[in-house]
């Protein structure tokens, strides 16, 4: 009987559909057997050319996939030079006079596109780095409703039934720099999500029926006076501690903790140095959260939350951490790979102590996802390196698709969804 019931939690969460980013938990983490090989001719069940540009990740309910994307219409060389005086930054960005920011939904099964919905503009949006997108973060998807964020060029809410635009709202801004990057949660009837730009920094929260503001809290902590120092792009993660709900919002040069329900601050952790410009996802266990830094000088970091008194930094790692992917972590160990090289690193989640550091190649910004002790690593170039979970280094396949890969991976039963800047592919074993 207990063998039974296991098999069935097990195809049950395997059956799970993707409603975030990073999956149920937020993690990279699935029960499903994916396939450990594929190419374009291999593996394939369907393929389907996608329109626009964006690196949003695609979220699963039902018989639906859906994914954002961005209509772009460039500034005139005249119209970017004068906007760009305002730009302080020094990094490479490109400027429109318009996007148009969709919504796009395909047939799990057959491929077929079902809806390629406006659902808002902006005139002149902000600049945005050349790496990034109009349309990165990622959606969420809840009983019907899709849930879209696109930064300050706003947010919005889909009936997934009827693809009618229930809300939208473009009244919440701050200047990103670099465009938007940090993707929304859900709790209970709010959408939480980051707004840490240069100018100003806060978590705010909608109401998910109306899209009207709920809450906002400004971050507290101190940081650089420079304001390119003070972006940051992170998500937060929502997890129980002694049965109370806690946020856990990583932002520049702060961990910070607060209660979903009102935004109250509970506590607040200092990583210090010139932590900004965070992407990564924190992900926890064992008590602790992990967390990148960010740019500059990055570190791993592993802050004890529960059963302490005062949450703290339990070890730090300074070495080949990432800056954009999400780390990951099976088991008493945890992964990370480098924006550029693929360097892959595994820790002891415990005591921060290495295991191995081996270089996979290419250059990263999807998140890893773990299935079956593998884990995927999916490069810009279109590479993705299967490894075998543990603590010795094994390379299991890698595997090529056209296109740039941006985006991490979504799972659906035995499929995994990947989407390139060309196509969103459904693969599983023929």
């Known amino acids: 009987m207990k063998q039974i019931l296991l098999t069935l939690i097990l195809v049950i969460s395997a059956q799970a559909d993707w409603k975030q980013w990073r999956g149920p938990n937020g993690d990279g983490h699935t029960d499903a057997n994916l396939p450990t090989r594929w190419s374009e001719d291999h593996n394939v069940k369907w393929r389907t050319p996608i329109p626009g540009k964006g690196w949003s990740s695609p979220v699963i309910e039902g018989n639906q996939i859906w994914f954002t994307t961005a209509f772009e219409t460039?500034?005139?060389?005249?119209?970017?030079?004068?906007?760009?005086?305002?730009?302080?930054?020094?990094?490479?960005?490109?400027?429109?006079?318009?996007?148009?920011?969709?919504?796009?939904?395909?047939?799990?099964?057959t491929g077929k596109l079902l809806h390629n919905l406006e659902?808002?503009?902006?005139?002149?949006?902000?600049?945005?780095?050349?790496?990034?997108?109009?349309?990165?973060?990622?959606?969420?998807?809840?009983?019907?409703?899709l849930y879209c964020h696109f930064g300050a060029n706003g947010s919005a809410c889909v009936d997934t039934r009827t693809g009618k635009v229930v809300w939208r709202n473009q009244e919440v801004e701050v200047q990103h720099e670099n465009?938007?990057?940090?993707?929304?949660?859900?709790?209970?009837?709010?959408?939480?999500?980051?707004?840490?730009?240069?100018?100003q920094q806060f978590v705010v929260a909608l109401d998910k029926a109306t899209g009207k503001e709920r809450w906002r809290t400004a971050r507290s902590g101190t940081m650089h006076e420079n304001p390119q120092l003070k972006k940051s792009y992170g998500t937060p993660i929502?997890?129980?501690?002694?049965?109370?709900?806690?946020?856990?919002?990583?932002?520049s040069n702060w961990l910070y903790a607060y209660d979903p329900a009102s935004g109250k601050e509970l506590w607040k952790v200092e990583y210090?140095?010139?932590?900004?410009?965070?992407?990564?996802?924190?992900?926890?266990?064992?008590?602790?959260?992990?967390?990148?830094?960010?740019?500059?000088?990055?570190?791993?970091?592993?802050?004890?939350?529960?059963?302490?008194?005062?949450?703290?930094?339990?070890?730090?790692?300074?070495?080949?951490?990432?800056?954009?992917?999400?780390?990951?972590?099976?088991?008493?160990?945890?992964?990370?790979?480098t924006e550029s090289g693929g360097l892959v690193t595994c820790l002891d989640a415990h005591t921060g102590e290495k295991h191995w550091v081996e270089r996979i190649g290419g250059n990263y910004s999807a998140s890893p996802t773990h299935s079956n002790g593998r884990i995927y690593f999916h490069s810009r170039e279109g590479i993705t390196t299967v490894l075998q979970a543990g603590r010795e280094f094994k390379v299991l396949a890698k595997n090529h698709l056209e296109g740039q890969h941006?985006?991490?991976?979504?799972?659906?039963?035995?499929a995994i969804l990947l989407r390139t800047d060309k196509a969103l592919y459904r693969i599983e074993t023929e």
Not at 238 to 251: A, E, F, H, N, Y
Not at 299 to 316: F, G, M, Q
Not at 406 to 414: P, Q
């Open 238 to 251: 929502i997890r129980t501690v002694k049965d109370r709900p806690v946020l856990l919002s990583p932002g």
């Open 406 to 414: 941006m985006a991490s991976a979504a799972v659906d039963g035995n």
């Open 74 to 109: 460039p500034a005139t060389e005249a119209e970017a030079k004068e906007r760009l005086k305002k730009n302080t930054g020094g990094v490479p960005v490109y400027v429109l006079s318009k996007v148009r920011l969709h919504a796009v939904c395909i047939d799990k099964q």
């Open 272 to 337: 210090g140095g010139l932590g900004f410009s965070l992407v990564p996802r924190p992900v926890t266990g064992h008590g602790m959260i992990f967390m990148s830094t960010g740019f500059m000088r990055a570190k791993l970091l592993a802050v004890r939350y529960e059963n302490t008194a005062k949450p703290d930094i339990v070890w730090s790692y300074a070495r080949g951490v990432s800056t954009q992917p999400s780390p990951l972590l099976v088991g008493d160990e945890l992964y990370f790979i």
């Open 179 to 199: 465009g938007p990057g940090s993707t929304p949660v859900l709790w209970k009837d709010l959408l939480i999500f980051h707004m840490d730009g240069s100018d």
């Open 119 to 145: 659902i808002l503009v902006k005139d002149e949006p902000q600049w945005v780095h050349k790496l990034n997108s109009y349309a990165s973060p990622s959606p969420i998807i809840e009983n019907g409703r």
